[in-house]
C-alpha cells in the first residue's frame, strides 16, 4: 500500500498529466482548478514520492521501424536466486526487451520486446534470448495487432 495519501486534486493532476504530459504548470493548473504555484508544488511532491517517475513519447512503432511485437513467456532451470538475479541482469542489458515481468503459471518471465521484423525475432531468439543465463523454455507469441495500448492508469480505483 503507498505510503503517499493521494487527494482529489492529485488524483486530478496525474490524470491530466497522463492524457498530456506537455502540458505547462499554467495550463495543467487551469484544467484542474489550481492557481500555478500551489499546483508546482504538487506536481513536486508528486515527482519527489515517485508516483510520477518520468515523462515520455509515446513513438509509433511501425513508423520508427520496429513493425513486430514479441510476447515471450520464458522458462528458468531452477527457482534459484542466483539464476533468476543472472537472468534478470541480462535481461536488464537487453534494448529489445521493452518490459519483463516475474509471472505465475506456465512461463517465470514474460517479455515484451519489439523488432523490425521476422528475421529481426529470429536473430534474436537464436543469438540472445536462448543464451541467456538458466533458460530452459521460450514459446514466442507474434501479436497481430494492437487494439490497446499506453492506456492510461485507472485511477478511478483509488480511494
Known sequence: ???????AI???ILAALQ????????QLADEIGL???PCLRRVRMLEEAGIISGYHANLNR??????LTVFVGVKVERHHDETATAFRNAVLTLPDVISCHLVSGEADFLLQIVVPDLAGYERLLLETLLKLPGVSDIRSNFAIQTVKAHAPLPLHHLP
Open 10 to 12: 492529485d488524483r486530478r
Open 19 to 26: 492524457r498530456d504530459a506537455r502540458l505547462t504548470n499554467v
Open 62 to 67: 511501425v513508423e520508427v521501424g520496429l513493425g
Open 1 to 7: 500500500m503507498p505510503t503517499f495519501k493521494l487527494d
Open 35 to 37: 492557481s500555478p504555484s
